[in-house]
């Protein structure tokens, strides 16, 4: 099993920046992905950006230029940088991690607020 725990969310003013961390432990050998995925009230959830074991990278294109996702394999630590955050960015954040099979392990998720 793996665990994931997010940190660094927060309330910010537009057009400023955070930096979320994923940290995971466990069976972190069998990760092929990590990525981050948000859900503001009333809608899905959705992806924001993704990194394969590999170093490949997915961005939503909302947020393609602004955000980068990193990778630290040694610390089993995935990294979202939000740059130029928007209100529409205001979200509760999701770390993922995917495996070659079964099913995906979620965070417990940080909220991630951008004020006007």
């Known amino acids: 099993q793996v665990q994931l725990v997010e940190s660094g969310g927060g309330l910010v003013q537009a057009g400023g920046s955070l930096r979320l961390s994923c940290a995971a432990s466990g069976s972190i050998f069998f990760i092929n992905a990590m990525g981050w995925y948000r859900q503001a009230p009333g809608k899905q959830r959705e992806l924001v950006a993704s990194i394969t074991r590999g170093g490949n990278t997915n961005y939503a294109d909302s947020v393609k230029g602004r955000f980068i996702i990193s990778r630290d394999n040694a610390k089993s630590t995935v990294l979202l940088q939000m740059n130029s955050l928007k209100p529409e960015d205001t979200a509760v954040y999701y770390c993922?991690?995917?495996?070659?099979?079964?099913?995906?392990?979620w965070g417990q998720g940080t909220q991630v607020t951008v004020s006007s």
């Open positions: 993922n991690a995917k495996f070659a099979t079964g099913s995906p392990t």
